[in-house]
């Protein structure tokens, strides 16, 4: 692999769901003709590299290669003894609801000899009236949702609190929340590198045949954390020379950010410590010296301090995630801006990662 060339394009892998639609044609993803398509994963250990650094070879077995220089010691420290891309990045069209699932921690998932599921989304599209299922309302018992988990028909969804679903808006969901994509949304998540999924209510889909997809009742008690509550989280805009950049959320598996530029403007990105993954929404942009149409995902790979450009070719935005050093990638940036510390504490919503960083180590920032 070329060193001097840190960046690989990768291509999605697009997933027909029951629950999915056509909305992902409208940010740059060519959708076979056919099934509804709910996901495109634009980068995970299968993810192909189409040309840069590895083409020809899924990100998976590039990191199997060299573990230390191509997760760089961040995205090693979250991943202990695993040699995985640190980050799964995914389009979702939820056409229909989702299922309502839980994801375990990594103490739960380490029987399951993988990472735990904390995630987050941003919205990119929504219809009028889309909502969010996000934890459940503070009255709920185990008890009363297992009870409605076994009536299988959407009951579970009567005990959740529902958010409005508007472009824009961003929300992280530790592992343990009970959660959901209701219809007519379309957002960016991005997540651990971990599939692990336990469906507690899948509002009485059934296949061609008549029959129900598998739910996980056990699984998803013991992984459900009752009094999870995630709120839409308050973006913090960092100062810039050029464009708009705002942090959307932050905590010690990942951060996300989001970058708006004018055409021909142009910011530096360094992959310090972790891999970076850009994703063009809107417009486009060349990172390094690979052209990106919306739609497209590239990897810069820690294999040196140097910056690669990413410079935008039309009007574009970009969303970019990382594992952060959670000192200099979000508390230093956010400070320099102007951000209050219970601002910038709630980019890591209920995990409480940044605010517990600034309870104990403010003095030192």
């Known amino acids: 692999c070329n060193v001097s060339d840190p960046v690989s394009i990768v291509s999605p892998r697009l997933d027909p769901k029951p629950w999915g639609g056509r909305e992902l044609a409208a940010f740059g993803l060519d ?43 961040r995205a090693r420290a979250v991943l202990p003894g695993r040699p995985l891309f640190p980050l799964l990045v995914k389009l979702i069209d939820a056409g229909d609801n989702l299922s309502i699932q839980v994801h375990p921690d990594d103490a739960g998932a380490a029987a399951y000899d993988a990472p735990g599921k904390t995630e987050a989304w941003h919205v990119i599209a929504a219809r009028p009236g889309a909502r969010l299922f996000a934890g459940l309302r503070p009255t709920v018992d185990l008890d009363t949702l297992m009870a409605a988990a076994e009536a299988r028909d959407g009951s579970v969804a009567t005990l959740m609190r529902t958010i409005p679903a508007a472009v824009g808006t961003s929300i992280l969901l530790p592992a343990g929340t009970i959660h959901a994509l209701g219809a007519g949304v379309v957002v960016y998540e991005i997540q651990q ?62 951060m996300l950010e989001r970058i708006a530029l004018p055409a021909g403007g142009s ?41 690669t450009p990413l410079r935008a070719t039309a009007p574009m ?12 990638d979000v508390v230093a940036v956010a400070r320099r801006a102007g951000a209050r510390d219970d601002e910038i504490a709630a980019l890591g919503g209920p995990l409480n990662d940044v605010a517990a960083l600034l309870a104990g180590r403010a003095r030192d920032l």
């Open 31 to 73: 959708l076979p003709d056919g099934n509804p398509i709910g996901e495109a994963v634009m980068t995970s250990g299968e993810a192909p590299v189409v040309s840069g650094y590895g083409a020809g070879r899924p990100l998976g077995e590039i990191v199997e290669d060299d573990p230390d220089r191509h997760l760089g010691p």
């Open 317 to 328: 935005i970009a969303l970019v995630g990382r594992v952060p050093d959670l000192v200099q």
């Open 267 to 307: 910011v530096p990105l360094t992959a310090t410590g972790s891999p970076i993954v850009v994703t063009v929404i809107s417009g486009s942009a060349q990172l390094g010296r690979h052209p990106m149409a919306k739609g497209t995902s590239g990897v810069i790979w820690p294999v040196d301090d140097r910056a």
């Open 193 to 254: 590198p971990s599939d692990l999924t336990f469906r507690l209510d899948d509002w009485g889909r059934t296949d061609a045949q008549g029959r129900p997809r598998d739910l996980h009742h056990n699984e998803g008690c013991d992984a459900a954390q009752m009094g999870m509550a995630p709120e839409l989280v308050r973006p913090v805009r960092r100062r810039v020379a050029i464009g708009e950049r705002h942090l959307l959320a932050a905590c010690r598996y990942f």
